[in-house]
Every structure is written in structure tokens, then in C-alpha cells.
């Protein structure tokens, strides 16, 4: 489903991302952890195609398709959604428009027809119950007053709209306590299915022990230094990162 | 003030010969206004950049305007409807067409009482004291070149007068059509509204200017609340790509009233918005709000000029400007608290998005306070579409321009939440939807 073959990206020409290599098949959970500055965020944005980064080498395949050429609303299109660290504040944008935007524009690149008010107003009311979340969010501006949790679970109700095959989860975990933090993993696993990917990014293993993933690799200095299952997550936990950032350097 | 004689002269060598085709020749004293009005323009002269309020606007396009007696006296163009934004029946309807009254378009049925509205041009006919009583209320000076050429110039406009506790049951819409299909022209309209204590109107006043050839609108307004008296008064300045438009508003506001004001400028190639309010006694409120939306090489100015004169009144401003391409914004804001204005409450906010490199806002915010028990603020910015924001968007599958478009149009709606009649939000955000399609 993603191939990620020998990726190289640059940052205002400081070389972040140094041959990373990764597969992914439907169903399966990857985490990704590691250090601050190892280059774990780059990796979610590079996938999800954020400018301000240079792919240098390498190519990502999404279900065979080489993504990096295309804009982010069309990697949005064919089934990436980005759950983000910090999910933007838009004063003025009520979630109600932002969303219904989201998904005719995604529905429009799938070429399935676009949904009227109506229509849309079934669909996340059923999203909404499914996940357990309140409708007043959806009369608010996007994410404007947001406590932590309300945003991360802002971005959940986002990513069960628009129905992705593949959900990155960008340190989705920081900022919330564990309640919060509970509830957007059991959004997460809500969603999950045999034919979608999970690729979990963190720096703590504690929301593995809610989102449990297949796999799980170890991010050093750009590069994939040790992969796994899931008890390498709590020997990192235990262990932590330093013998990974002194092998790699 | 030194003048630039090439912008001046014609207007002034063709008063002469225009003066006895003048609304209100046989009146004597309107003679004698427009007389001293020439008097005073031709002293002062058509501003240029070397007056500090008029630094960032340059007039010096009125010149290839070939300003001749016939261009003074703009001819009528064939059109059937106004282009109205509000539904029949829902509104009174005044259409000026180039200028003219045009009783045929107009819609005045069932005026309340104690209402008097109509074309000033006639009224200065059938009713001239009330004509002078309220051009009386303005006197021309040098600090308004602009004014005093419309005073010597002005053909018609509109008049709306309340008499005390009278509301105008329904909206007003005051819609200005203009075209130079017939030959390019000058118009200087005169609008003259005057509310009685407690009285109460809403204005929706639409400029709409056909594209083609270069035309010429000088407005002024003379606005006076008397106690506890609300105007509500909305604009969209839509004017033709080649227009020039200049407008200027003297407001009085008596204690308590309340003068709540919106202006969406979208058109012409050159456009200078120029509001002056005195708050003359306790509890004066006055909302100067508005957004700009230029592309190309349009250029918009801003200027407000607020006089707090009585302790316990309030301003509050908020603009929001939008420019693309190579256009340009102005805004000077100034606010002026004098000595006696003790709490006094003024706020001023001026934001601008530039989409491009080359588009260029030239902010002035002016606080000017000599009393110590006040409370004013101001904030400017300029900016580009929060990357962020656009990055967010486009993750969840909308392009780069609807994106764009939204965030543009969640810029705007904060100033357009500021109109306090809430019906009239819809009649702005689709101009402003209008603007970001195309």
C-alpha cells in the first residue's frame, strides 16, 4: 500500500531524512518513534506534502503510485489523511463549511457525486455519534477555543469524514492526559479496518498501549536503525533512545 | 496651499458657462454658495500628494480625463431596471442614473409620515428652505478641496430628512448607475440626511459602474444625528474598472445617536473613501467599518477622521483589506481626542492580506489625545494567508484556490459581522464570494 523506497529530504539544505525505507500493507499498524529532531514529523509532512521540504532522493509509492508530484489535496484525494501534531486555529470557518468542503472536494477527485447540505448533515451526524462527539463542535470556528483533546478529536472526526486508507497520526498523543488521550485512540481504532494502514508517529510509548501497532521503528538521525514489534516500544521505554542516536552517529 | 493648475483649471473655466444650467440657479443663495464654493476650490486647488492627507493618492489620472463642458454635464444612458441587491417591495428604492434622478426606477410607495426623501435637485425646486436649511449645516473650507468643487458642481443626489421618532419602517436602497458609453463625464452627486431625535433609518447605497471608459464621481455627504437618532448606513463602491470615485462624508453626531457605518469597495481603477464625524455630545456612538478588495493596478484609499468633542463618546473602526496583483491600499485612521472628551473610547483595526509580492498597503493610524481619562487602541497588520492554515485545508482535500478563497473570505467576514443589521450580512458576503470567483 505505501512504499517508501530510500527517501532523501532536505530542509533549507540541511539533509533531515538520510535513506529511509518502509512498507506498509493494508490492515497493518506501523509506529514510528523516536528522539526529538530525528526526523519523524518531516517524515509525516513529506508523505503528506507540505512544501518547505526537498525530496533529494528516493520515491514514495502509494498503492503503486509515486505521490511526491502531487499537490496535498490530491494525495488528500487518493486516500492520505494527516492527523496533525498542532491542528491549525481558522477564525471565521465554521467546521460545518470546512468539512463539507473537505469531503465534496475529496468525494470530487474519487468522482463519487457531491453531497448537499442535507446529505452532509446525515453523514457527520453519524460520524459524530460513531465517535461519541458532540455536535456543538461543529457550529464553532475550526478548532478556535479548542482545548488539546477537543482538537486532536476535531482531527479524528476529520479523518472519519473523509474516510482515508492511510492515517498518519503526527505525535497525535502530545499536549493531551490520558482521558483525552484514550478517547482519540479508541476514535482511531474505531476506524480501523483490513483494508486501511495506520502509521503512528511518537516520541512515547504510552499511546501504544491504546493504538497497538504491528510494527515498530526506530527513527535516529533520519534513518530506520531498528524495526520491530511491539515490545520494542517498551524496551524503548525503558531503555530509551541513546544507544539508537550513538549507533547512528 | 499651492495647486496644480493643469487638474484645477478646467473645472474651474467651465463653471462660468455650466452655473446657469445648475439645479437651483434662480435661487439666490444657492448662487452664492456655489460662487464661494468656487471661490474656495480654486484657492485651494485639486489635492495633490504635497497635502499630508492626500500623500498616498495621486488625482493626477483626472487629467487625461478631457473635462469639458459637455463632460460636466453627464448625458443620460438608456437602462430599464436597477440592478437592485435587495428583493422588490422589500426595500424603498431611490436610482440615480449618471447622476440623474430617476423617479421611473424609483420606488417610494408608501413612505411613513414625517419622511421626506427624494432627489435633491427637485426637492431645491419644490421645497428649497429645507434644500439650504441642510446644505447649511456644512460649510466648504480648504481642508476639503472636494467638497467645494461639489458644492459649485452638484447636480442632484439623494435627500432623505426624519422628522423626530420616525423610522423608516423598511431598508433604503440607493443605487448609483454609471456609464460612460456616452462620452466620458464628471458628476459630483450631493447626498444630504438629516435624522430628528430618535429617529431611525437603514441605508443601502450600491455605486455600480459599467466597465469601458474612464469616468469621474465626486460625492459628498452631509450626514447630521440629532439625539438618540441611528443611522444605519451600508455601501458597496463597485464602480467601473476605469472609474475614479472620490467620496466624502462630514457627519455630525449629536448625544446618543449612533452612526454605524459599512463600506465594501471592490471597483474603480482609482477610489478615495474620506469620512469625517464630529461626536459632539455624551453617548455619541460611530462604527466606521468596511473591507477593500483590489486586483490589478486599482487603488483604494481609506481615510477616516474622527473628532471626539464631548466626554463619553465611542468610535469603533474595523477594516479589512484584501490585495492582489499590483494594487494598492490606503488607510490613515486618525482619532482625535480633545481636551474635554474625557472617556472617550476609541478603537481602530486595519488588517491586510497582500497576495502577492507587488500589492501594497500604506497604513497611517493617527491617535491624537489631549485628555487623560481615555481609552484608545489601534492595531494595523499585513500579511499573507497563513501557510499554516493553507497547508491545513489543502491536507483535507481542497484545492489551493478554494482554500485561498475561504480563508480570504473568513478574513473579511469579521469586519462584515460588524453590521449591526444582521439581515444585510448575506448582501455583502456575496459580493465578497462575487469578488473571490472570479
Known amino acids: 500500500m505505501l512504499e517508501i523506497k530510500n527517501l532523501h529530504a532536505d530542509v533549507e539544505g540541511k539533509a533531515i531524512l538520510r535513506g529511509i525505507d518502509l512498507t506498509i500493507q493494508p490492515g497493518e499498524v506501523h509506529a514510528i518513534m523516536g528522539p526529538n529532531g530525528s526526523g519523524k514529523s518531516t517524515l509525516a509532512h513529506v508523505i503528506s506534502g507540505r512544501d518547505g521540504y526537498d525530496v533529494t532522493e528516493g520515491e514514495v509509492l502509494y498503492r503503486g ?59 457527520i451526524r453519524e460520524k459524530t455519534k460513531q465517535l461519541g462527539i458532540s455536535n456543538d463542535m461543529l457550529k464553532r470556528a475550526v478548532n478556535v477555543g479548542f482545548s488539546g483533546g477537543e482538537k486532536k478529536r476535531n482531527d479524528i472526526l476529520q479523518m472519519a469524514i473523509l474516510e482515508p486508507s492511510l492515517a498518519i497520526l503526527d505525535e497525535t498523543d502530545s499536549g493531551l492526559d490520558i482521558d483525552a488521550l484514550k478517547t482519540v485512540a479508541d476514535g482511531v481504532n474505531l476506524l480501523r479496518s483490513p483494508e486501511n494502514a495506520t502509521l503512528v508517529i511518537t516520541h512515547y510509548q504510552r499511546l501504544l498501549d491504546y493504538i497497538v501497532p504491528d510494527f515498530v521503528h526506530v527513527l535516529a538521525k533520519g534513518k530506520i536503525v531498528k524495526s520491530g514489534d511491539k515490545s520494542l516500544a517498551q524496551e524503548l521505554e525503558k531503555k530509551g533512545y541513546a544507544e539508537f542516536t550513538d549507533q547512528a552517529a | 496651499m499651492k495647486q496644480d493648475n493643469a487638474m484645477t483649471t478646467p473645472f474651474v473655466d467651465q463653471y462660468d458657462g455650466l452655473k446657469p444650467a445648475l439645479p437651483g440657479h434662480a435661487l439666490p443663495w444657492m448662487t452664492a454658495l456655489r460662487d464661494r464654493a468656487l471661490d474656495s476650490f480654486a484657492e485651494a486647488g485639486l489635492p495633490t500628494q504635497r497635502r499630508e492627507s492626500w500623500k498616498y493618492t495621486n488625482l493626477r489620472g483626472l487629467k487625461q480625463l478631457e473635462l469639458t463642458e459637455q463632460a460636466l454635464t453627464p448625458q443620460p444612458i438608456s437602462i430599464d431596471r436597477a440592478p437592485s441587491l435587495l428583493p422588490d417591495g422589500s426595500a424603498y428604492r431611490v436610482v440615480f442614473v449618471n447622476g440623474g434622478f430617476r423617479s421611473d426606477l424609483s420606488d417610494l410607495a408608501g413612505l411613513p409620515e414625517g419622511v421626506t426623501l427624494g432627489s435633491v435637485a427637485e426637492l431645491a425646486e419644490s421645497q428649497p428652505q429645507r434644500v439650504e436649511a441642510l446644505l447649511a449645516a456644512h460649510r466648504d473650507t480648504n481642508d476639503q478641496p472636494l467638497v467645494a468643487l461639489n458644492t459649485a458642481f452638484m447636480r442632484d443626489g439623494l ?51 459599467l466597465n469601458g471608459a474612464a469616468y469621474y464621481i465626486n460625492a459628498a455627504n452631509d450626514v447630521t444625528l440629532a439625539e438618540g437618532a441611528t443611522l444605519r448606513h451600508y455601501r458597496i463602491q463597485a464602480e467601473g474598472e476605469n472609474a475614479v470615485h472620490t467620496s466624502t462624508m462630514n457627519g455630525q453626531l449629536a448625544g446618543g445617536s449612533f452612526y454605524d457605518g459599512f463600506t465594501l469597495s471592490i471597483g474603480a481603477g482609482l477610489s478615495r473613501n474620506e469620512t469625517s464625524m464630529k461626536l459632539t455630545a455624551a453617548g455619541a456612538r460611530c462604527h466606521l467599518n468596511g473591507g477593500y478588495l483590489m486586483r490589478d493596478k486599482q487603488h483604494c484609499d481609506t481615510t477616516t477622521v474622527v473628532d471626539h468633542l464631548s466626554p463619553q463618546t465611542s468610535c469603533r473602526e474595523v477594516f479589512k483589506g484584501v490585495l492582489d496583483d ?21 478603537h481602530q483595526l486595519n488588517k491586510v492580506l497582500l497576495l502577492t509580492d507587488t500589492a501594497e498597503i500604506n497604513a497611517k493610524p493617527e491617535l491624537e489625545i489631549y485628555a487623560d481619562d481615555v481609552k484608545c487602541s489601534h492595531g494595523c497588520s499585513a500579511g499573507e494567508v497563513d501557510h499554516d492554515a493553507l497547508f491545513y485545508l489543502r491536507s483535507r482535500g481542497l484545492s489551493e484556490d478554494s482554500a485561498k478563497a475561504l480563508l480570504i473570505q473568513a478574513f473579511l467576514a469579521e469586519s462584515v459581522s460588524e453590521i449591526s443589521d444582521e439581515a444585510l450580512h448575506d448582501v455583502f458576503l456575496n459580493k465578497i464570494s462575487d469578488w473571490l470567483a472570479i
Do not use: C, W
Open chain 1, 65 to 123: 503510485k509515486n505521490i511526491l508530484d502531487m499537490d496535498p489535496e490530491e494525495r488528500a484525494g487518493e486516500g492520505v489523511f494527516l492527523a496533525f501534531q498542532y491542528p491549525v486555529e481558522i477564525p471565521g470557518v465554521t467546521n460545518t463549511t470546512f468539512m463539507k468542503e473537505a469531503l465534496n472536494s475529496v468525494r470530487k477527485y474519487r468522482g463519487e457525486d457531491e453531497l448537499d447540505a442535507m446529505q452532509f448533515m446525515k453523514v
Open chain 2, 159 to 209: 435627500l432623505l430628512q426624519l422628522e423626530a421618532g420616525r423610522k423608516l419602517d423598511k431598508t433604503l436602497e440607493v443605487i448609483h448607475v454609471n456609464s460612460a458609453e456616452n462620452g466620458v463625464f464628471a458628476h459630483n452627486a450631493r447626498n444630504l440626511i438629516s435624522l430628528a431625535t430618535g429617529s431611525e433609518a437603514t441605508i443601502l447605497e450600491h455605486h455600480i459602474g
Open chain 2, 326 to 346: 499590483r494594487s494598492r491600499g490606503v488607510f490613515q485612521g486618525r482619532i482625535v481626542v480633545h481636551p474635554q472628551a474625557q472617556q472617550t473610547d476609541g
